[in-house]
């Protein structure tokens, strides 16, 4: 019987399958140090303190001259201060400064250009030393200045251990002198491809191309895994065995194929032989043949051949395990308002998830798209659909019309 297509009422509920695996499944505690450069997406494993400030000197906060703010005192429009322009800020003395320069020692505060007028000859403010400014508005110390330290002071925490590096957080870690950070380590997830006359070249006569594990590694990839994708497996149990306990070195091993009922698929029985299987099915549609494992207190999952139904297992089963492994949220697709075309039936009790194209109709802006069921065609569905619905264990059918939320899984990132 098709893979994808058996009855799955009697499999495990999907929230109770994830549960039993999360009992077996606890973030990886391994540390490693990087170059924070290379760290982007990574888990902090220890904070980040800085070693120097930021800024590491007194400078200018904006554009102007650099004054003692006691020369200022007292001024007005009618009745401002005068000031020299020089090179040092001597009492009666401005200097000018761009933001971010230096403030000139002996100065403590900056006027802004708008806060001054020309006097005397009427030299502009890029006037040559000797000339006269007109302070009109008073300064206080420490204005227009950013103090050594403002920003980060030397000892501070700018990252905390748990948070996620981001793309700005390595500019952030250069400038308080902290080249390299302690990461967590990704785990490790072996995926092992499982069928006869599977192959990952070019196909000979009789042969399949493998597809499945190239998609199940990228997801793993994008929850924070680290993937070791093996060479497809036969199936047959002197060679099963072997390539299940190679991976048991791995902090999740991911079997894709060989969970049917056909004579062939035996990838379940060879892990009964050297574990204890949680949960032999999954009232998930398609999909319902995923199986979870443990065996030598490894978690493994074991997902359908099929790549529509790999897909759905996939996101519903392996993402969350690893995102939970990399101690992270799994992530989540886009998803997009439409309305159903045609009705999707379901089994009661059993979740579906149905493969869609979007018709935005005549592209009319702010309307809503109409999706429909994409026809069973394996490999091609997933290139042809859009995006998916799932249709709740609760429900046996959604209707035509009905306005439902479609997960858009290949626009994340």
């Known amino acids: 019987m098709d893979e994808r297509r058996r009855s799955t009422a009697e499999g495990v509920g999907l929230a ?20 924070v450069s290379t760290a982007v997406g990574r888990t902090l494993a220890a904070p980040v303190v800085a070693r120097r400030p930021v800024p590491g000197f007194d400078q200018a906060a904006r554009d102007g001259f650099a004054v003692r703010a006691a020369d200022t005192e007292g001024a007005t429009e009618r009745d401002p201060a005068t000031l020299a322009v020089g090179s040092e800020p001597d009492a ?16 403590d505060a900056v006027v802004g250009l708008g806060a001054l007028a ?5 030299a502009d403010l890029e006037t040559v030393d000797g000339a006269d400014l007109s302070v009109t508005d008073p300064v206080e110390p420490g204005e227009g200045v950013r103090s050594t330290g403002a920003d980060v002071a030397v000892e501070e925490e700018v990252l905390a251990a748990g948070d996620r590096i981001g793309p700005s957080d390595p500019g952030l870690c250069t400038a308080v002198g902290r080249t390299r950070v302690e990461v967590r380590q990704r785990p490790t997830v072996g995926i092992v491809p499982v069928g006869g006359g599977l192959v990952g070249g070019d196909p000979g006569p009789g042969e399949v191309v493998e597809t499945d594990g190239t998609t199940v590694a990228e997801f793993v990839e994008r929850a924070g895994g680290k993937v070791v994708l093996r060479d497809p497996v036969e199936p047959d149990p002197h060679a099963l065995r072997p ?4 991976d048991l070195t791995k902090d999740l091993l991911v079997t894709v194929g060989g969970t049917g009922r056909g004579e062939s698929d035996r990838i379940v029985d060879a892990i009964a032989d050297l574990g204890d299987v949680l949960a032999d099915g999954v009232a998930l549609d ?5 199986a979870l494992s443990v065996v030598r207190e490894r978690p493994v999952v074991s997902i359908p051949g099929d790549p529509v139904a790999a897909f ?13 492994l990399a101690d992270r949220e799994a992530p989540e697709p886009r998803t997009v308002a439409a309305e159903l075309g045609e009705p999707v039936e379901s089994e009661s009790g059993v979740e579906s998830i149905v493969p869609v194209e979007l018709d935005d109709g005549e592209g009319e802006e702010g309307a809503t798209p109409t999706a429909s069921p994409v026809a069973d065609e394996p490999l091609s569905t997933l290139a042809r659909a859009d995006g998916w619905v799932a249709v709740g264990a609760d429900r046996e059918r959604a209707a035509a019309g009905e306005t439902v939320s479609v997960e858009r899984w290949e626009a994340t990132v």
């Open 312 to 324: 759905v297992a996939t996101t519903r089963v392996v993402v969350p395990a690893a995102a939970r």
């Open 92 to 107: 009666g003395t401005a200097v000018r400064v761009d933001a971010g320069r230096p403030l000139p020692e002996g100065a």
């Open 286 to 290: 398609p999909a319902g043949t995923t």
């Open 118 to 122: 020309t006097a005397g000859t009427g």
């Open 16 to 35: 109770a399958a994830r549960e039993r695996l999360a009992d077996h499944l606890a973030p990886v505690d391994r540390t490693e140090t990087l170059p």
């Open 243 to 246: 390539a299940v306990e190679r």
